[in-house]
Each structure stands twice: as C-alpha cells, then as structure tokens.
C-alpha cells in the first residue's frame, strides 16, 4: 500500500520490519522513540539507537549492520509494553541534509512481504527526520506516516521526546543561526491541528515583530561519543541482585530489577581471608583457619531481626507470588546475606503456611490448581522439605486428582468383551462388593464395578445391577464404601472398593457429566466456605487443632454437620486434626 504524507494503515500485530532507503553513498542512522500517552519516554532507555541498538522489552531492535544504501529496525507489536502508546520512528544524518538524498523511502514489511510504503518528498535542509510512527487504535495498531524535519538535527528531536542529552555541543556549521530546533515550520503546517498528532504546536521565528524575535536556542549535537548510554543489563533483568559493574570490573554493582543504580562495593578476590559482605580481613583461628567477620556478625544479626518478621508477614497475607515477597529477598541480597540463612529463619514458619494453605483448600472439599501451584511454590521458595511436606505434597496431588475426576475430568477405559451403545465410554472398571442389607443381615456379593458415560453397572455371580445416570440422584463415600442414593424403586446400591474417596469421586464426575452438572472454571460450589471465614475461624482457634491442640494435618470442621441443617458459618466451623475429626465422624 502506497502512503502519502497524513496518511495511515493497519497493520499486522506480529515482527515487522522498517526498511529506510536511499540513492546516494551516505550514511543514515536509524533510530525509535517508545512514548507513552503523554508524547514523551518513559526514560532513556525507550531510546533506539546506534549506541543502544535493542530495547530491554525486545520491542525495537536495530539493524547495526544494514545493506548499503539502507537502514533497518525490527519491530515486535506483541512484545510491545502496555505502557507504550507509539513507536516513533526517526532517522538522522551526520554529513549532509536530508534533502541531499534522492528516492528517500521507508517501507514497511510483514511475515509475507511489503505491506506500507512511503516515498517521502518535499524534504528541507534538515539533518533529522520523524519518517512515522506506530501507534494503538482501539486494540490495533496502525501505522501513520509523517515526514517531518528536525532543524535541531538528532539532539533536538531527541530532546522533544523526553530524551537526556548530555554533552552541549553543536556539530553543524549553521548551528548558530536562529533555526529552531523544534520541527520545521513547513512540517508543522502539514499536520497542526490533527486530532491524533500529540506534539506541542510550536511559534516559528517569522511570526515575532523584527525587535523581538527570541534568542537562538542550541540543540546539543548528539554524536556516538556523547550519550550517555546506560550499561547492558544483566543476564537475568528481572532479578534485583549485586552483578560486576560493566563499567569498573574490579566492584560490584546493585541492579534493581530496572536499571542499574550507584550502590557499589569491591568485589572481594581472596575470599578465604578476607569478609565476602565488608572486604576486611578476618581473625585467623587458634588451631587453624578464619573466625568470622564480627563487624558484619553484629550487622546482620539486627537486620535479620526486622527482616524475619517483615517476611512473615508477607509470608501469611500476600503470600510468595506477590511483589512484597519479591522486594523482602531483595532487600536480603542488598545486604548481602547469603539466602540459605533467611530460609533457615523462616522454616517454621513455612511449615505453619503450608499447613495452613492444605486445610483451607480442603475445607471446601475442592483443591483448585491455583491452591496447588500456590502450595508448591511456597514449598521451592523456602526449600522445605521432610515427612511432613512430603505427607502435605500427597495429599495436595490427591486432593487435586479427586477434585479433576469430580469436574468432570474422567478417564477412559478400555473394557474388552463389554457390549457398549456406539457413543458411550467407560471411565471406571475395579472389583467391588455389592452389600445388600437384608432382614437377615448383610448380604455381600463379589464382582466388577463398572461406569460408563451412560450408566453404572454391577456384575457379579449370577446377579447383575443396571443403573441409568438419570435415576442416580447422588455419590457418596463412607465408611469405607460408596453410597448411591437413586430415585427407583428398589432405592440406590452400597459398594465396598479399595479406595471409596476415588470411586465416589469418579462416579460424581460421571453423574455430573450426564446431567451437565460440571460446573464452570473457577465456579465455587454452594456449600464452599467463604476465605474471610476461613481466616476468621483460623484466627480464633490458633491455627490448631481444638480438641488436642495439635498444629498438623488440620482440618475444617462443621461442628453440626450441613446433612443436618449445620451452616457454613465462623460459629458453626472448627478446626480439628485429622484424629480428632474421623473420631468425631465414628461418633456421629
């Protein structure tokens, strides 16, 4: 698509790339500005160019070594940040004018070739150029072009956007005369006024009486040698940590997760003699080797006293994905205090978390991947680990597992010699007893439990159970079977298997299939127990078990149970251990 001046067009979301060219043997420096609503960068780092060549987002990336007669810039929409309103696109010259290059042209290219071209003409004695720009418009980006010339040459356009410029230096021969360094006037009238164009409209020098035309103004001239270009960041930007200083080798440099800052101290050689955290020497023992530092001893010992508490704090309410947890470890680093010491401070406190997070996300009777996710990423922050963790672990997995076959989630067997209606699957196949309770008493018989996508049967010798999914009315384990309360005649069945809790599970994943009971992602079942009355309930009984005080394998507890009218309420919830509850249930 051919663009005139003013003109714009959609563009692909995907890698483009912008492709200046020219007829002539000069060579022009391609370079972007990433602004944000306000017209300006967010700092100078949202500046591409020859000395800063790729953006930290990899939104912008330039081509350092282009084909003669071209210049290059790749440009990634998807990795473009939210902040990040347009891509500007500009080029500059250092030997001569733009208007010295014939066939001045910007192209634009997708995955599948061209797809925006732009010839620009009318060009005037000018060493910058704003060739267009990319910009957001309503969820799509678009690409607008522009030709607009910067008399103050690459520092002026630079400047406008918002850019540092160090060295005030002027590098043109006309630098004194009373140019503006702001956009050209001729380029200011193509296109004040435009609803969409966010730069200040700017006041040419004709239009002041002869006595009182303002002062020239110099635009630092902007080379390769007075930038001032910030240091590469790390090979991980996104952890605030001490890295060698690029610039002096001999020390090390504090990176804050953005950029580097000016906290800095030597990077210690002889580690065996001297303190890693201060760099002086240490005592030398009596019988052999070094004493530590007592200096840094005292100093870490008062900070660790507020940092344990601080992280313990954050560890019970924002929890370890959150920002506060990334800035407690943070500030561990800066002092330099080695992690292991500050996990080891914190054990007990993980191990009170992660009993915490397995019974509250048992008290509803679900375990969601999010509860899971959040439980093993407490377990890898903190290094936990021993039988207790282990048993936590299991029942997290377990948990989870059940909870899947109950949405819905089932597996498929493969059950040879079955007969089966062409649509139908089996999910569960295991031996089970049938207890039948007589007047007599219980009547056991042995055989396969099999349930399909259509129904439950039993099989067993010379006696057989059929049970459409549509007169089952619910599943349930206990004591060690599964009960199915249906709506026929003879009533429901009782079955003994090895493991009730999964078969229950299953079948109640079947049954909800069939009746489209599955609820929706993130949907909470009616009888779940809000997480303000968890918290609450957790407060008052300190975090154990009520009955004997026991801090491990808690649960919550409805002390009248909700097949008895109880409600789910902070005076009907307590919290008992495991023991306690299933004796409780024997009770009952």
């Known amino acids: 698509m051919e663009l005139r001046k003013g ?11 912008v492709v200046v060219s020219w007829r002539s043997t000069h060579t022009v420096d391609a370079h972007a ?44 929409l998807p990795r473009t940040e939210p902040d990040v309103a347009r891509i500007v696109i500009s080029a500059s010259l250092d030997d001569a004018t733009f208007d010295q290059l014939p066939e001045l042209t910007l192209t634009v290219h997708a995955a599948d070739g061209p797809i925006a071209q732009f010839t620009i003409d009318g060009i005037e004695d000018v060493q910058a150029m704003m060739f267009g720009e990319f910009y957001r418009r309503d969820g ?24 540092t410029v160090d060295e005030p230096t002027a590098g043109r021969a006309n630098a004194g005369s009373s140019i503006p360094t702001r956009p050209t006037h001729a380029a ?48 991980d930007p996104e952890l605030a940590d001490w890295h060698p200083d690029p610039e002096t080798p001999d020390q090390l440099r504090w990176w804050d997760g953005d950029e580097w800052t000016a906290s800095v101290h030597p990077y210690v050689h002889d580690q065996r003699t001297r303190c890693t955290r201060c760099g002086n020497p240490l005592r030398r023992k009596l019988f052999g080797g070094h004493g530590p530092c007592k200096n840094c001893a005292d100093e870490i010992e008062e900070f660790l006293t507020h940092w344990r508490n ?47 997070m397995v019974a509250f996300a048992f008290a509803d009777g679900e375990v969601f991947a999010e509860e899971l996710a959040a439980f093993e990423h407490v377990v890898s922050e903190l290094a936990l680990s021993g039988g207790i963790v282990d048993d936590l672990r299991r029942r997290m997995h377990r948990g989870r597992t059940l909870s899947r076959l109950r949405a819905g989630e089932l597996p498929t067997v493969n ?27 219980p009547r056991n018989t042995e055989g396969r439990l099999i349930g399909s996508s259509k129904k439950l049967r039993f099989v067993g010798h010379g006696t057989g159970i059929e049970l459409l999914w549509n007169r089952v009315v619910s599943v349930h384990p206990e004591h060690g079977t599964v009960i199915l309360a249906a709506t026929s005649a003879r009533g429901g069945a009782t079955f003994g298997v090895a493991d009730p809790d999964y078969v229950a599970a299953a079948l109640e994943g079947a049954l909800r299939v069939s009746k489209r009971l599955v609820l929706a992602p993130g949907q909470l079942d009616s009888r779940s127990i809000p997480q303000d009355v968890k918290a609450q309930v957790w407060q008052r009984d300190g975090g154990a078990c009520v009955e004997c005080g026991d801090g491990h394998y808690l649960e919550f507890d409805h002390i009248i149970p909700l097949s008895r009218g109880g409600a789910t309420s902070a005076t009907n919830l307590q919290i008992l251990c495991r023991a306690c509850n299933r004796a409780k249930g024997a009770r009952i």
């Open 188 to 235: 200011m009238g193509q296109f004040e006024g435009s609803p969409d164009h966010r730069h200040r409209a700017i006041t040419p020098a004709a239009a002041y009486p002869l006595d009182e035309v303002p002062p020239p103004t110099h635009a630092p001239a902007l080379t390769r040698r007075v930038i001032d270009v910030p240091p590469p960041p790390p090979e």
């Open 33 to 76: 500005l990433l602004v944000t609503e306000s017209g300006l960068v967010r700092g100078d780092r949202d500046f591409v160019f020859f000395n800063a060549p790729r953006h930290a987002s990899q939104a912008v990336t330039l081509d350092q070594e282009p084909t003669p007669g071209t210049a290059r810039l790749s440009i990634s």
């Open 310 to 356: 601080r992280a313990r704090r954050v560890l019970a309410g924002p929890g370890t994905m959150s920002q506060e947890w990334t800035d407690v470890w943070a500030a561990l680093r800066f002092q330099r205090i080695d992690a292991e010491r500050g996990r080891a401070l914190l054990h007990e406190a993980g191990l009170t978390q992660v009993e915490r």
């Open 415 to 441: 059950t040879p010699g079955l007969h089966l209606d062409p649509d139908e699957r089996v999910h569960l196949d295991l031996p089970a007893v049938h207890v039948r309770m007589l007047a007599r008493g």
């Open 7 to 17: 003109a714009h067009a959609p563009v692909p979301t995907s890698l483009l790339a």
């Open 140 to 163: 799509q980006w678009r690409f607008r072009a522009i030709g607009q010339g910067w008399a103050g040459g690459l520092a002026g356009l630079a400047t406008e956007f918002g850019v």
